[in-house]
């Protein structure tokens, strides 16, 4: 009888401890929560005190805030390109967005044509042989073809559309003729438009889908559209806004819809039981756009320039146990460190992956490692080039000499220091033009009236706006 009881106890102890060893084993699900086009300083937890964000406000109480996250370029496409990929996308030929009817005749690619190349490997590539299941929820924007569909780039599931922008209602029959690539999808080929706003469309599908795979590890990409344009909101969210007209009031009206459709998702989520065991990242594609009164305040710039404004990003990171709660990461970080992050917080080897231009974010951001993530970061769009090193900054362009400024003690870049320092401008414009020599050539450019007018927004976007 006493042995029994013996075996009892250590049968007993034993199956708690794999309990235990299970548990710790347990891959983390991942969600991906990106904004298209908001402005910088357009959510409270950035200071605004007119857009009312309270769940991505508490997020960002329960996680990690970082101040200088960049995205590989100023515009939408090739921003999702280097994000999903790991990789600077000019190393495969992607410099610009990919909008038909407005391409230079002399692309290679035009068209439906126009997407990721085949050979190049998403992040759900390598999710995948982890044991995760995957979806693309919202915008794609990497290419309107079948061949290009996200369940040809290793996701499972798919609900969105396969263009880079759409009406937040439901599409007219003409609409839909006009432009396909903006027909909300199912899966492949099942073209089915939402019954309700869509941005809370998105929201209800990525429950589901969290829903249907809370028992295995699952990584979600909610890529919505809001807040690009057009200009769309609710009533009964235009009617929570107060203070504000015009523009100002749909955009808010917008965000506020985003905002609702993130807690949306995240109360599902601890609902589930999941939240424990959940990595969440929130961030936006690029800096807010002249037209739609975004502020990026304090930075300069915009969407489709190298400022500050055109490419640091608001960036939020929660992971319950491993990243403390109400604290700032002050070290530029790029969405080229997604992949790397995330295949290996599913428990993968990133460091095994050939090509991959980001880094692991999790050593720098949990102190073990204390060094800056990065020595020095790119972006590029035909002529203008820029490159980060350190504090400094290096902006080339076509039209005029190169700018140098000290991010660290201007943040706004009004201080041109290039004529202090020519001997840093020409060691900065080397590395820049040697890391340009490993690039491709692009497969499609803009017509060239679109890089004019680029170029002029950096002057009339030089003045920060303040929240109004």
Known sequence: MKQFKTLKLVLGAFLISCSILNVSAQK???IFLFADDAGYHDFGFQGSKTFPTPNLDNLASEGMVFNEAYTTDSVCGPSRAGLLTGMYQQRYGIEENNVPGYMSDSSKLLGDEMGLPLGINTVADYLNPLGYKSIVLG???LGNADRYHPLNRGFDEFYG??????????LSLKAALDRPEDRMEKGFGLFEEPKKYLTDAIADEACDFMERHKEEPFFMYVS????????EATDEDLAKIKGLTGKR?????????LDRACGTILKKLKALGLEENTLIVFSNDNGGPDGTETSNYPLSGCKSNFLEGGIR????????GVIKPKTEYKKAISMLDMVPTFVNIAGGNASELKGLDGVDLMPFITNKNNNAPHERLFWKIENRGVVREGDWKLLRYPDRPAELYNIAEDITENNDLALKHPKKVREMYKTLFNWEAELERPLWQLKRIYEVNAVKRIDEKRNPVLDK
């Open 224 to 231: 919505f559209n809001a807040v690009h344009s057009p200009l």
């Open 161 to 170: 559309f396969r263009g880079g922008a759409r009406s937040f209602w439901p």
């Open 313 to 320: 990003v608001p960036f939020i990171m929660k992971l319950p």
């Open 249 to 257: 009031k749909k955009l808010a009206a917008m965000t506020l819809a």
């Open 28 to 30: 983390k699900n991942i």
């Open 139 to 141: 915008k794609w924007h």
